[in-house]
């Protein structure tokens, strides 16, 4: 059970309702994380601005593999099981693939770049060393896209966090940051 309210779409603030149509109207269902954040109006259109923004940048392989990796640092379980679905079902990753994700891998070599440096920043929160951004550079990332990869471990730290804080019940098929991946 959520410590945090979870508002049905009717039940949701009137200024939420829109965004809340508009994710059914994608996804064909209004997940449990956005009907949380939908508490806060002005919470919900900045993460979904900010989600929305992010999702003209890099490929969505790259930024599931980053979502599931951070996911795994914060240990949250909601966001490693909504990010092991769309991974599997939107962005087309293999359950290998997955596992190493989860690892801050990626059996890709450019991808592993980026997972490798996502994880690094989430887990040491930003301080990350000179051969870190070297590293990512030379694996053909501009400093444009360095700085779309930190955003994306921001906006998933903040979803981390959230369902953290609130124990969202999981509303996907349940993954465990404590279960080896």
């Known amino acids: 059970m959520s410590r945090l309210a979870i508002p049905s779409v009717d039940a949701a603030p009137e200024a939420s309702k829109p965004t809340l149509d508009a994710v059914r109207q994608q996804l064909g269902v209004v997940p449990n994380l956005f009907r949380l954040i939908a508490n806060s109006p002005a919470a919900l259109a900045a993460f979904t601005g900010f989600q929305g923004a992010l999702a003209k940048t890099l490929d969505v392989k790259t930024r599931e593999r980053i979502a599931l990796a951070v996911a795994q640092v914060n240990g949250c379980d909601y966001c490693l099981s909504a990010h092991t679905y769309l991974g599997l079902n939107l962005a087309q990753l293999g359950a290998e693939e997955i596992a190493l994700n989860r690892r801050g891998a990626s ?63 999981i509303d996907f098929p349940v993954v465990r940051a404590s279960e080896a991946a």
């Not at 501009?142 to 981390?160: C, G, K, P, R």
């Open 107 to 169: 059996g890709d070599a450019k991808a592993n770049a980026a997972v490798q440096f996502a994880a690094r920043v989430a887990r040491e929160r930003g301080h990350v060393s000179d051969a870190d951004l070297a590293a990512v550079r030379l694996a053909g990332f501009t400093d444009a896209q360095i700085v779309e990869i930190v955003a994306l471990v921001a906006v998933n730290s903040f979803t981390n966090f959230l369902n953290e804080v609130a124990k969202t019940e």
